[in-house]
């Protein structure tokens, strides 16, 4: 499994972007790069999951560039429901039922 | 949305004791797990559960843990004798083995005195 490089912790305002970047120089040809985030006192959460380019869903963006060894994670216009702990997992392609080796994350805290 | 559900939430036992932590992951999952999260550390794996078997487990689920799907809903994890290294929340989780990741559930805080 490609070892993961993330900030410990981000601090942001309201209605401000963040991008929360992931480094993975090891990525394999079939690696995908998964997010998830978790909230105090409770599991992580699905955020989003890509291989090349960008994927965007109605929570974030995700996007790696042609050499897949760094990805960036962008939340547009946080909120302080956002205030959480944000993984990047490497190495999970979809149907693939593995388990998840998480890192320590980056706190992401967000003021008003 | 579907969800995977835990229970208790908070559970305290004392040292020796058995625990049995509960599970009800999503009805068309086939793919179960356990991990724990100490206060403060890392989410770890400890089990994989796949057609009433464990797939994989960690070095942390040694003999004093056990899992079970003792019928076509319920998914549990047995604490056989706690230790107090043992407190920690305790996640469940399901999955399709598709797109979507994993659903985990919102944890059991075990607490052993």
């Known amino acids: 499994l490609a070892k993961t490089t993330q900030p410990i912790s981000m601090d942001s305002y309201e209605g401000q972007e963040v991008n929360i970047t992931c480094s993975h120089n090891?990525?394999?040809?079939?690696?995908?790069i998964t997010w998830y985030q978790q909230f105090p006192s409770q599991g992580p959460r699905f955020i989003i999951q890509?291989?090349?380019t960008k994927v965007t869903n109605e929570v974030a963006s995700l996007f790696i560039p042609a050499d897949r060894k760094s990805s960036t994670l962008s939340l547009p216009r946080v909120s302080l429901s956002d205030t959480a702990v944000y993984y990047c997992?490497?190495?999970?392609?979809?149907?693939?039922?593995?388990?998840?080796?998480f890192g320590t994350g980056t706190r992401l805290q967000v003021f008003p | 949305e579907p969800e995977v559900t835990q229970t208790p939430s908070h559970q305290v036992t004392q040292m020796g004791q058995e625990v049995i932590l509960r599970c009800v992951p999503i009805?068309?999952?086939?793919?179960f797990y356990w991990y724990r999260q100490i206060l403060g550390q890392k989410v770890e794996f400890l089990v994989s559960?796949?057609?009433?078997?464990?797939?994989?487990k960690s070095e942390i689920f040694d003999d004093q843990f056990s899992v079970e799907r003792p019928d076509g809903s319920n998914f549990t994890l047995k604490i056989r004798s706690t230790k107090l290294e043992d407190s920690a929340m305790y996640f469940c989780a399901s999955s399709e083995g598709g797109w979507g990741g994993y659903t985990f559930g919102s944890g059991t805080r075990l607490t052993v005195v």
């Open positions: 090891n990525i394999a040809t079939n690696d995908y």
């Open positions: 890509g291989y090349k």
């Open positions: 009805s068309n999952h086939l793919y």
């Open positions: 559960f796949y057609n009433n078997e464990i797939s994989e």
């Open positions: 997992l490497v190495g999970r392609p979809p149907y693939n039922t593995d388990k998840l080796i």
